[in-house]
């Protein structure tokens, strides 16, 4: 009898359509989850906390498949999934439609200074004038990271009549070259981070490229913290010498009370909500976690396959 061993809190939507001839256990703790693991075959161990996570991988010997909610599995021990040879599913394109709509209200609110308009409200200030006057048609994009995220941002833009180039390695038609855009940085109006966290990725945005930005040039990094140098572009904003940055990712997380980054004006910080803005995401892992244990069972390929190797 194949064993599982399940996080509680997707039970609900899972147990009821799960075959009877399963050996399913549910597990509510990290405690409970060590447990559980033992002699399990496949495993869904997502937890909020993530170092709770990669011990209860580690302590999972037998396990075959894993699978994620989460699309970004950087805090996961890459050497023991490598090791192991686990085949590993995770939630790429899981909240991809919610992050991608976050991408366009962060860009809108920067652009109309939105921000501004809820602290009148909040005063109860009539105001006689837009605190923010840019119009995202007509205006330049940039989007590096062209995943399941990424391709959800293209459309969204180009329908406010923006022109987008993306950063890819297979080319065509408004694209840059992974040796282009550096050089092409001053053009861009939004630069917009949607690549995965990999060693390659770390720190791709830095003093450089801060440099290179136009002065009122807008990052918005919805991808991972690490591909930012985080003193570097406090130092941009805190300067002036771009001209915001929408921040649903930074490093630490959550970012710590004192942190400058915080008093800083331009700097929009979203506190990684972009993906729990919506309310289908378990529903969404639940049906795709199902279809993937049918094609388990039957021999078949699963998807989507997370590359430790690649780290995403």
Not at 45 to 69: G, H, P, V
Not at 193 to 212: H, K, M, Q, R, Y
Request: aromatic share 8%; glycine share 8%.
């Amino acid at each position: 009898m194949t064993t599982l061993a399940i996080s509680g809190m997707i039970r609900p939507l899972l147990e009821p359509r799960l075959p009877e001839d399963l050996d399913v256990r549910w597990f509510m703790s990290a405690d409970e989850a060590q447990d559980a693991v033992k002699g399990a075959e496949i495993g869904w161990f997502d937890m909020n906390d993530q170092a709770a996570m990669a011990k209860t991988l580690r302590a999972a010997t037998e396990l075959k498949w894993l699978n994620s909610i989460y699309a970004g599995l950087d805090f996961m021990p890459m050497d023991v999934l490598i090791e192991r040879d686990i085949t590993v599913t995770n939630g790429a394109g899981i909240n991809a439609i919610t992050i991608a709509e976050y991408v366009v209200m962060g860009m809108l609110n920067i652009a109309k200074g939105y921000r501004e308009v809820v602290r009148a409200q909040d005063r109860r200030e009539w105001l006689t004038d837009s605190p923010g006057k840019r119009e995202l048609a007509g205006s330049k994009a940039l989007l590096l990271g062209y995943g399941a995220i990424g391709k959800l941002i293209e459309p969204r833009l180009a329908a406010f009549d923006m022109d987008v180039s993306v950063v890819r390695r297979s080319g065509g038609e408004n694209t840059l070259g992974p040796d282009e855009w550096r050089g092409k940085l001053g053009e861009f109006d939004w630069v917009i981070l949607a690549v995965p966290a990999t060693p390659e990725t770390e720190n791709l945005i830095g003093a450089d490229e801060l440099a290179s930005m136009k002065s009122d040039a807008v990052l918005v990094n919805i991808a991972r913290g690490s591909v930012v140098d985080q003193p570097a572009l406090v130092s941009a904003l805190d300067e002036k010498r771009i001209g915001g940055a929408f921040l649903d990712v930074t490093t630490p997380e959550p970012l710590p009370e004192d942190h400058p980054l915080w008093a800083l004006d331009n700097a929009h910080i979203t506190m990684h909500l972009s993906g729990r803005a919506q309310d289908k995401m378990f529903a969404r892992s639940a049906e795709r976690f199902l279809e993937n244990l049918r094609r388990y069972r039957a021999g078949e390929p699963l998807h989507p396959i997370f590359d430790p190797q690649l780290g995403y």
